[in-house]
């Protein structure tokens, strides 16, 4: 009989966002002309398109996959082309971080790093998560057999759970923006978890998926504008939310050459060569056409093209957080994150919350209870919807409950 993974056992019965599709079919089948008004702000999926320059880049490059002379086929290395690397070492430049080409991975996105990360660490350490967190942090740690410890979020420290000297963790998430709750961290707060990861020999794992979403000049956009961060973190980040690649797939993570930690014989080891060997042995790389598409990212337009979609969501987060002002809901998010995390009113909970906009004004979105025991109470607002669906919708919540 084959053995299985009995750490799968350990995990809540439904991911979050398959218990939220369940709920919606069951009202849509209940009731099919009400679903026909079905506003969705729960899954933080993007609606606009591919910035043009994009689209040239990925049908140039597929013109020359058409081509012997231009084909390609496996790429050498598995951890990108040159071509990208270079333009997201000097994307990271643009922003004050010291990254080099050699220290960045290309990879099909954020998500998936985030979970596979693990696979180089050795089982019984201690991860620390802060708590609300986006579930792949908790869940792919559950899978690996792992306990997880709990810094909490809440409305008292504005979302931004601080380390706590008197617990050692091996291994820390932090994600900023934040999601759920698109709270931020400062560069002092940033350096406090840094020099606690310094302090106990900690590795962070740090996503910074929607790093472009950062309007404030003081928050930092990579924690390698910390003085210290090469030493003690991992950097994942996405072009999902920066670019529109949630159906693409590509991304990056970053292993510095000077975070180096001992096995067990005290040797030092890089973790970006273990990283480099697992990724060769379990990934094949990103395909060449998404990868040029990713490097116009970074071109001058690119960026300009990108940064006037992100400018669309801002303004559908900036009309949710109005709204919340005017019904007198207190949030957190929306300045720099395409989200709002809002409290729950007249004493809801998240899921009685999330059924009463489902049912009374065919709104989704997303229960915070869903992201851990601090987001009971809390509902996360994704600003990822059109102008138009997204004025609709507040527009209902003003009916709903003023």
């Known amino acids: 009989m084959a ?45 606009r398109p591919l910035a043009p320059v994009v689209v040239e880049a990925m049908q140039k490059a597929c013109a020359e996959m ?103 963790a091996d291994l820390i998430y932090l994600c900023s923006p934040n999601n759920p709750t698109g709270s931020v961290y400062n ?3 940033l350096k406090e978890w840094v020099d606690y990861a310094l302090e106990n020999n900690a590795v962070i794992i740090y996503d910074a998926a929607y790093e472009a979403f950062i309007t404030e000049d003081e928050i930092p956009r990579s924690i390698f504008c910390i003085e210290g961060a090469k030493k003690c973190a991992i950097e994942i980040c996405s072009l999902s939310k920066t670019a529109g690649f949630t159906g693409t797939r590509c991304g990056y993570t970053v292993i510095p050459n000077e975070l180096i930690q001992k096995d067990s014989a005290g040797n ?6 273990i990283w480099a060997r697992r990724q060769g042995s379990k990934f094949n790389g990103v395909s060449y056409p998404v990868q040029r598409g990713a490097e116009a990212v970074f071109s001058p337009e690119g960026q300009k093209q990108c940064k006037e979609n992100i400018a ?34 007249n004493g809801l909970d998240s899921w009685a919350f999330f059924d009463k906009l489902l049912t009374e004004i065919q709104v989704v979105g997303t229960p915070g209870a869903g992201f851990g025991k601090n987001g009971d109470g809390w509902f996360r607002l994704t600003a990822f919807g059109t102008h138009e669906a997204t ?8 009916g709903l409950l003023k």
């Open 268 to 273: 030092d080891v890089k973790l970006a060569d």
């Open 66 to 168: 058409g081509v012997r002379e231009t084909f390609r086929g496996y790429e050498d290395s598995g951890a990108g082309y040159d071509f990208l690397k270079d333009a997201v070492s000097n994307y990271y430049k643009s922003f004050g971080a010291d990254v080099a080409p050699d220290e960045i991975r290309i990879s099909d996105g954020a998500k998936s790093d985030c979970g596979n990360i693990i696979d180089i660490f050795g089982s019984g350490n201690i991860v620390l998560v802060t708590d609300p967190a986006y579930p792949v942090y908790v869940d792919s740690n559950i899978m690996n057999g792992n306990d997880v410890i709990y810094a909490d979020s809440t409305e008292e420290n504005g979302f931004a759970a601080m380390p706590d000297k008197s617990v050692k």
């Open 187 to 189: 560069k002092a707060q």
């Open 3 to 47: 053995k299985l993974n009995e750490n799968f056992s350990r995990l809540k019965k439904n991911y979050l966002f398959i218990e939220i599709a369940k709920r919606i079919k069951a009202y849509s089948e209940a009731h099919p002309e009400e679903a026909k008004k079905l506003i969705r702000m729960g899954i933080g999926d993007v609606t």
């Open 312 to 345: 669309y969501y801002q303004e559908n987060a900036r009309v949710i957080a109005s709204t919340c002002d005017e019904l007198g809901i207190k949030y957190t998010g929306g300045v720099n994150s395409p989200y709002i995390w809002l409290k729950c009113p």
């Open 391 to 398: 004025r609709e919708a507040m527009e209902r919540l003003k």
